[in-house]
């Protein structure tokens, strides 16, 4: 686990064996030690050594530029539907942007609108897992966990 500086607030990235588990955005750096802590309470977080530390740089850079590809594995950490929607989300391209309905016609649930807005608020692999590209129906912008200026920021980025 590291804790770095980006023009989006302070940022933490955190991984396991398998991938990426955690990318959190806020402007405290120890609420976000805190918020993963919460989020995994039994397991044991280290500092990141070096090697970690380039690929904390990466997701930096990612965050700072979304229209780079994101090649880095991830661990998601979530129900089933949580990942089908997530997988969904990491369809959506870089500069376009879908609504939950949308989402849940991927995933072959067309009911389920209320329950991805759900997944969407659970994720907390930001930007790589890009809920900041789900918007309403009407196209306007809506819940973001990382608040709306930083989801604005992020499309706005993406759209240039």
């Known amino acids: 686990m590291t804790i770095r500086d980006c023009s989006l607030g302070s940022i933490l990235v955190a991984a396991t064996e398998k991938g ?3 990318i959190l955005i806020g402007d ?4 976000l ?3 993963l802590r919460d989020l995994f309470p039994k397991t044991l977080l280290m500092r990141g050594d070096e090697s970690f530390d380039r690929l904390a740089g990466e997701v930096v850079d990612f965050v700072q ?3 780079c590809e994101f090649d880095l594995p991830l661990d998601m950490r979530g129900t089933d539907f949580q990942c089908r929607v997530w997988n969904a ?3 959506v391209p870089a500069g376009a942007t879908a609504s939950y309905k949308d989402i849940a016609y991927r995933i ?6 209320r329950a991805v807005a759900r997944a969407c608020a659970s994720n907390v692999i930001a930007v790589a897992i890009p809920c900041h590209r789900v918007v309403r129906a009407d196209g306007g912008l809506s819940g973001y966990r990382w608040g709306l200026e930083r989801k604005r920021l992020l499309l706005d ?3 240039a």
């Open 20 to 22: 990426l588990c955690a």
């Open 28 to 31: 405290e750096p120890k609420a």
């Open 33 to 35: 030690e805190r918020d």
């Open 65 to 67: 530029t979304p229209t």
């Open 89 to 91: 989300l990491c369809d």
């Open 108 to 113: 072959g649930l067309p009911k389920s609108v």
């Open 157 to 159: 980025r993406e759209a």
